[in-house]
């Protein structure tokens, strides 16, 4: 079992930065895949950013050159910092850990004003 606790979301004018936490219970160093995933109200979960145990990294076009994800393996802990927000950018943001399994968090809420 993996827990995974987000953090670091709230509200912020456009063009603003936030930056998301997520931390795992398990070392992440032995996750495989963690990645950030949102979901806006009425739309379907979608895949925001990835990253594997080796450093790959995957991001959605729409957040490409705006959003970085990272891991520090020392704290257990990957990132999602979030720059030039646009207001569509507002979603319940999910942390999703890969470990033969998907496990998710219960998911930190971003709003962008405009």
């Known amino acids: 079992q993996v827990q995974l606790v987000e953090s670091g979301g709230g509200l912020v004018q456009a063009g603003g930065s936030l930056r998301l936490s997520c931390a795992a219970s398990?070392?992440?160093?032995?996750?495989?895949?963690m990645g950030w995933y949102r979901q806006a109200p009425g739309k379907q979960r979608e895949l925001v950013a990835t990253?594997?145990?080796?450093?790959?990294?995957n991001y959605a076009d729409s957040v490409k050159g705006r959003f970085t994800i990272s891991r520090d393996n020392a704290k257990n802990t990957v990132y999602l910092q979030m720059n030039s927000l646009k207001p569509e950018d507002t979603a319940v943001y999910y942390c999703?850990?890969?470990?033969?399994?998907?496990?998710w968090g219960q998911g930190t809420q971003v709003t962008v004003s405009s």
């Open positions: 990253i594997t145990s080796g450093g790959t990294t």
């Open positions: 398990a070392t992440i160093s032995s996750i495989n895949v």
């Open positions: 999703k850990a890969t470990i033969y399994r998907n496990y």
